[in-house]
T-cell receptor, first 110, second 113 residues
């Protein structure tokens, strides 16, 4: 069974702090996606990384795909209250199946 | 313009009833999915259809029956609802196999009482 483990499960920080969320697996994925979900809404795709070692930036968010394509990280610089939400990583395992991690719930206090 | 729309947003029903959730996407995507999100926010695939053809059918009770009349629609019918079916159900779509990411609907919160 393929699993994606996210850590930490919960993170509460002050506005302006930096943070990193991790997504790890023992399986290799053809691509890995990061989503943010807000209460009462569906997950919204932030980024897809495809190549081992790839780094993508989205404003204050930096996403990295591990060299072996088994893990990924999301780093947020100078977090803001608007960054509050549930962050989900998801790995495309080939074919039509994508596996989701259990999520990291981030709360940024003003 | 909503890309993936699902209805209803909320559904409260009694045990034993039959209910349906509808989903439509206007993105021209080939593949549509149903996911279940439990109280711990874990998203689990239930079904996937590619061009109206069922391609993923996870270990889901056969009380759940998806139907795709065309590639823009994927509905979910649930028979004999049980308390454990209470969850948020998400419809999603993707262009070819989902490796580049999904577009999700806003979810249907099903509560069985």
């Amino acid at each position: 069974t393929q699993l994606l483990e996210q850590s930490p499960q919960f993170l509460s920080i002050q506005e302006g702090e930096n943070l990193t969320v991790y997504c790890n697996s023992s399986s290799v994925f053809s691509s890995l996606q990061w989503y943010r979900q807000e209460p009462g809404e569906g997950p919204v795709l932030l980024v897809t990384v495809v190549t081992g070692g790839e780094v993508k930036k989205l404003k204050r968010l930096t996403f990295q795909f591990g060299d072996a394509r088994k893990d990924s990280s999301l780093h947020i610089t100078a977090a803001q209250p608007g960054d509050t939400g549930l962050y989900l990583c998801a790995g495309a395992a080939g074919g039509f199946k994508t596996i989701f991690g259990a999520g990291t719930r981030l709360f940024v206090k003003a | 313009d909503t890309a993936v729309s699902q209805t209803p947003k909320y559904l409260v029903t009694q045990m034993g009833n039959d209910k349906s959730i509808k989903c439509e996407q206007n993105l021209g995507h080939d593949t549509m999915y149903w996911y279940k999100q439990d109280s711990k926010k874990f998203l689990k695939i239930m079904f996937s259809y590619n061009n109206k053809e069922l391609i993923i059918n996870e270990t889901v009770p056969n009380r759940f029956s998806p139907k795709s009349p065309d590639k823009a629609h994927l509905n979910l019918h649930i028979n004999s609802l049980e308390l454990g079916d209470s969850a948020v159900y998400f419809c999603a779509s993707s262009q070819v196999k989902g490796g580049n990411g999904y577009t999700f609907g806003s979810g249907t919160r099903l509560t069985v009482v």
